[in-house]
């Protein structure tokens, strides 16, 4: 079996015995138009949403922009490759600075990487910028707990429990604190 394309991108998958063609099947019905970059970040951004990961990153690499930029970085962060998202994450935020998927991913690609003192920077400058995003005192709690500064930590924690009760980690974040009385 071959599969052969022809020059209007038709693709077909064909038996071939003795050099002479014996049976062909079309794989599609119609040339295949290429991707505009839009349609790269919105499938990106569908296949992070639906939990693919591995797949966004793929898609989302070859897309250009802040929000392709910020959840490269989220998709890379999900996958624990902290460093490789760093760079995606600080070009998103340096686009939009309180850009919310491209924080989240900041915050965890520095905390992720134990670089907790550049986290809570990064992150207090967020809160400086707009105080009403949530997932930046998040990861600001998240390095000032690696660093054992307790008080800071737990202040941190409440506000994100202020602002995003509902949060997956929301419990988490509660359990903390009740250990913490």
């Not at 919105?42 to 990961?53: L, M």
């Not at 591995?54 to 902290?82: C, D, F, H, I, N």
């Not at 935020?93 to 491209?102: G, L, Q, S």
Request: charged share 20%; with cysteine.
């Amino acid at each position: 079996m071959k599969v052969f394309t022809h020059k209007l991108g038709f693709a077909a998958t064909c038996v071939v015995a003795s050099g002479l063609i014996l049976t062909c099947r079309a794989a599609s019905s119609a040339p295949r138009a290429p991707a505009a970059a839009g349609d790269a970040v919105q499938t990106g951004i569908a296949q992070y949403k639906s939990g693919n990961y591995a797949a966004a990153e793929a898609t989302l690499r070859s897309a250009s922009g802040p929000e392709a930029s910020a959840y490269l970085a989220a998709s890379l962060v999900k996958q624990k490759k902290y460093a490789d998202a760093e760079a995606p994450a600080k070009a998103a935020v340096a686009a939009h600075a309180t850009h919310e998927v491209a924080l989240a991913a900041l915050g965890e690609s520095l905390v992720g990487q134990k670089k907790f003192d550049e986290a809570i920077t990064a992150m207090t400058t967020a809160i400086t910028a707009n105080a009403d995003l949530a997932y930046p005192y998040f990861w600001r709690g998240q390095a000032y707990d690696n660093k054992k500064q307790t008080a800071k930590m737990a202040a941190d924690y409440q506000a994100f429990l202020r602002l995003a009760p509902r949060a997956p980690e929301a419990p988490t974040v509660q359990a903390i604190l009740a250990s913490l009385r």
